[in-house]
T-cell receptor, first 111, second 115 residues
Framework: GDSVTQMEGPVTLSEEAFLTINCTYTATGYPSLFWYVQYPGEGLQLLLKATKADDKGSNKGFEATYRKETTSFHLEKGSVQVSDSAVYFCAHTVGGDKLIFGTGTRLQVFP | DTGVSQDPRHKITKRGQNVTFRCDPISEHNRLYWYRQTLGQGPEFLTYFQNEAQLEKSRLLSDRFSAERPKGSFSTLEIQRTEQGDSAMYLC?????????????FGPGTRLLVL
């Protein structure tokens, strides 16, 4: 069935390090792909999205490319900051637009 | 634009009691979704509305759960005869509802604890 698999956390990095959080999906049809972020004590916020194959979503220095051939949507950032510490959720839409989420990856960035 | 709001933010109840949560979507958003998130997991879809019509319900939504959106604006989610397994964060989201795969905007959630 439809699902999202993302790498286990926590991911612990020093400030200015390179970040990759892996995400792969299983879906029927042509899903849109999303990364949502949840900062401590706050609700889910959309970070970026891509709606078709080879699209690149980007926001706040984060990027992810919709790879249909590998069914992946890995999140990357060239230089993380302490303020990026949060839980990141990969998701895709199916059917009537419901979102299917991964289990989330906690990122901890230390100065 | 005040965003999606949910009330209450926290609810503690005893097993067997009924609880009701409210969600106010972003104004002019036609679609409204409910999700449930347990600790360490991603949100799981429960149900969604297009205007006042409830178009899909997850099998997670047992007979004890009911959701309404009577005038196509705010929505309520009621849980009857609560069980300890109902303890979770209940999230509401809304989207414009004019196309497929639109961005969903989430509220802060209602955290339910069933004792």
């Amino acid at each position: 069935g439809d699902s999202v698999t993302q790498m286990e956390g926590p991911v612990t990095l020093s400030e200015e390090a390179f970040l990759t959080i892996n995400c792969t999906y299983t879906a029927t049809g042509y899903p849109s792909l999303f990364w949502y972020v949840q900062y401590p004590g706050e609700g889910l916020q959309l970070l970026l999205k891509a709606t078709k194959a080879d699209d690149k979503g980007s926001n706040k220095g984060f990027e992810a490319t919709y790879r249909k051939e590998t069914t992946s949507f890995h999140l990357e950032k060239g230089s993380v900051q302490v303020s990026d510490s949060a839980v990141y959720f990969c998701a895709h839409t199916v059917g009537g637009d419901k979102l299917i989420f991964g289990t989330g990856t906690r990122l901890q960035v230390f100065p | 634009d005040t965003g999606v709001s949910q009330d209450p933010r926290h609810k503690i109840t005893k097993r067997g009691q009924n609880v009701t949560f409210r969600c106010d979507p972003i104004s002019e958003h036609n679609r409204l979704y409910w999700y449930r998130q347990t600790l360490g997991q991603g949100p799981e879809f429960l149900t969604y509305f297009q205007n006042e019509a409830q178009l899909e319900k997850s099998r997670l939504l047992s007979d004890r759960f009911s959701a309404e959106r009577p005038k196509g604006s705010f929505s309520t989610l009621e849980i009857q005869r609560t069980e300890q397994g109902d303890s979770a964060m209940y999230l509401c989201a809304s989207s414009l509802g004019l196309a497929f795969h639109e961005t969903q905007y989430f509220g802060p959630g209602t955290r339910l604890l069933v004792l």
